[in-house]
């Protein structure tokens, strides 16, 4: 009985330590994950960007503890099968049922690592969709900014309000003019990346259709995509609006005119009605003298006044046709003016059915008119002491490189060549240069601040080697050499300005340049040709390698051996290498490495040269005495003629070139010195 009881022990102390071992390797995996979850939360406290390179190490951490936690549930039902199977423990006896609940935990264990997993996983889409949105509240932060310079402007009058001039654009109004074109050109910019990242949700969804994350991530993408292109309509009509102020202003600088030319007419008439009134009633006073004058002298009376009556007649019907010439002429006048007036408005109002072509219009304008508008917008900030950002002045800058400020959307609207395109550019090379540091900081701590670093372009200044005369290579690309496009596009500029193209992806090109300034998001111009005459485009160091001119210190990545054909370059490792020999294989030690290393620098005709200078020294009696080795000769008389006839020796003789080779390079192929006794 005792002797069962002890066995019984046994059994569950075995599994108890079968418990315990895994459980230590357990606990240290959790220490690990404790301390990357450390690391997340300071660089969240430092609000610098997270790197998902943290949450890779999460997922090998877990997938490391899953692994040991199926090991330690397969060891403990070993375990407990043996002990039942040999009678050590009773079946649904009390061990019993602590073991068996001890495996249940683990598997629940297992479980909740599946979760973690996918936790893990989800925190670093949640990473990609949070640094996205960041990414876009650039843009809608310039957007707002835009938007306060549009009400900051429109303070002022946007069009001339009175005057010959009425209806002509102000300085204000073509900046407000050119400030909706830039907001639209946002808004379609940032509808562009709405529309990429749903695609990436859509390609998501066919391995995993009913994913509710996914599917509400897509929605909510999709309302904002049709939010920015509803905005981008809305500074189009605003555009249209302000055009349509303008011309009405006009249309009513028109009628000012019309209106004051009727008023003239109206003056006209009256002064001709005036000037009637008055020969009538001079007229009837010089008919009453007349009739006066007759009564004194009765003379043919009857004859004369009948010719009166005629004369009469005949003056009122001449005054009956000028007026009516007259009001004719009034007539015409007043319908040639609303004639005009129609046919002003028509032709003003006729821009407005055709919209894409005033849209084009207006970009145009604003293209033309962009110094002047950044005038505007600077003193209208400077008038109420506000600073513009840089992302505005970078969209308003005659400086920018580029021809054009805005252009209208079409399908391949990210390649246009224009400074907004430029900022949406820059914005993307900022979070790529934000990401790799980021993920450079990530992999130093990760691996314990020691090679670390995931960023190829970090790190190639100050490794490198000096440079010297010996083409030796310094470490780093430089204008000339010759290296490997081998991945992403190149762009415009050097501050990353919409890709230019992919074109000699994975062939040899050039580096033509090199912009050396802080702001230069791509550093290396690239060409096919060494002397630039055609030219490719701008580059991170990440996007090339390789080094011709060889180097003792080689930067982390990709480089491009054998430029100059297969066979021209050799490679040092820095770190030891695991293979199997062939029988008589040699191996040099650091030393002779070296050596090799030095060897191949020194030119070979200079190292004879030396080899001879420093064995030949002269007396005062010129007897001149030559050491090679153990060999003296004695009273040479003309040294230098005597090694210029062994210097001819040894480029000539080819037993004497072999015996140079037995006790040089042939030493270094790790045969022996003796080989020399078998020249012959």
């Known amino acids: 009985m005792e002797l069962n009881e002890e066995l019984s022990k046994l059994a569950q102390q075995k599994f108890e330590n079968i418990e315990s071992e895994f459980n230590n390797r357990l606990d240290l995996i959790k220490s690990q994950q404790d301390e990357l979850d450390s690391l997340i939360k300071l660089t969240e406290t430092k609000g610098h960007m997270t790197s998902s390179l943290y949450y890779a190490e999460l997922i090998k951490a877990e997938e490391n503890s899953m692994n040991e936690l199926v090991n330690k549930r397969n060891e403990l039902t070993k375990s407990l099968n043996e002990a039942v199977s040999s009678g050590r423990i009773e079946e649904y006896s009390e061990a019993w049922y602590e073991m068996k609940g001890a495996i249940y935990d683990v598997n629940n264990a297992i479980v909740e690592s599946e979760n973690s997993l996918q936790e893990f996983q ?54 407000v003019l050119g400030q909706h074109g830039v907001n639209y050109n946002l808004e379609m910019g940032k509808a562009d990346a709405y529309g990429k990242e749903i695609e990436k949700i859509n390609q998501s969804l066919q391995s995993d259709p009913y994913n509710k994350d996914l599917i509400k991530r897509r929605n909510e993408l999709l309302e904002l995509q049709q939010e920015s292109i509803l905005n981008a309509e809305e500074e189009k009509e605003a555009m249209i609006d302000l055009v349509r102020e303008g011309i009405k202003l006009q249309i009513e600088a028109m009628q000012d005119l019309i209106d004051k030319k009727n008023e003239a007419l109206d003056k006209e008439k009256e002064l001709y009605d005036y000037q009637k009134s008055i020969e009538e009633k001079s007229k009837r006073v010089k008919d009453i003298e007349k009739q006066l004058s007759a009564v004194q002298g009765d003379d043919s009376e009857e004859n004369r006044k009948n010719i009166q009556e005629l004369k009469q007649q ?78 505005m002045k970078e969209i308003w800058s005659t400086e920018s490189g580029v021809g054009a400020v805005i252009s209208n959307y079409s399908n391949d609207f990210k390649t246009h060549s224009t400074s907004v395109q430029k900022y949406l550019a820059s914005i993307e090379s900022y979070f790529t240069e934000m990401k790799k540091k980021a993920d450079a900081e990530a992999n130093k701590k990760v691996n314990g601040g020691g090679n670390g670093g995931s960023s190829s372009s970090g790190n190639s200044g100050s490794n490198s080697s000096k440079p010297s005369n010996s083409k030796q290579g310094n470490g780093k690309p430089d204008i000339g050499d010759a290296v490997t496009f081998t991945n992403g596009q190149y762009y415009y500029d050097s501050q990353g300005t919409s890709p230019a193209g992919s074109q000699m992806m994975g062939q040899t090109v050039y580096i033509t340049n090199v912009n050396t300034r802080s702001w230069a998001t791509k550093p290396y111009h690239i060409a096919r040709d060494k002397n630039g005459s055609r030219p490719l485009g701008w580059v991170t160091l990440s996007q090339i390698s390789g080094y011709k001119d060889g180097t003792k210190n080689a930067t982390k990545g990709w480089h491009l051996m054998d430029e100059e054909g297969i066979g021209t370059e050799a490679i040092v490792t820095k770190h030891g290498v695991l293979r199997q020999f062939d029988s008589g294989e040699s191996v040099f030690n650091k030393v002779q490495v070296q050596n090799l290393h030095d060897w191949g620098m020194i030119n070979p005709m200079k190292a004879m040269d030396y080899s001879f200078a420093k064995n030949v020294s002269a007396n005062r ?60």
Do not use: C
């Open 122 to 175: 989800n925190a670093i889409r949640q990473l990609e969709w949070d640094n996205f949105d960041y990414k876009n509240d650039f843009i809608s932060n310039t957007l707002d900014e835009g938007k306060f310079l549009i009400d900051l402007l429109s303070k002022k009058d946007l069009f001339v309000q009175k005057g010959d001039h009425k209806g002509k654009i102000t300085n204000e109004g073509q900046a």
């Open 314 to 391: 005949l003056q009122e019907a001449k005054d009956d046709l000028s007026d009516a010439e007259y009001d004719k002429w009034l007539s015409d006048q007043s319908e040639l003016m609303d004639q005009m007036m129609e046919r002003y408005d028509e032709v003003m109002n006729s821009r407005f059915d055709d919209t894409d072509a005033l849209i084009s219009d207006l970009i145009d304008n604003t293209n033309a008119n962009s110094d002047s508008i950044n005038d505007t917008i600077n003193s209208a900030t400077q008038d109420v002491g506000y600073n513009i950002t840089e992302g």
């Open 621 to 680: 009696n010129n007897n001149v005495s030559i050491d090679i080795g153990d060999v003296v000769l004695q009273g040479v008389q003309r040294p230098e003629e005597f090694a210029n006839s062994l210097m001819h020796v040894m480029k000539t003789d080819k037993r004497v070139q072999k015996g140079v080779q037995a006790i040089t390079t042939d030493l270094l192929d790790g045969k022996s010195v003796l080989g020399i006794n078998h020249i012959r």
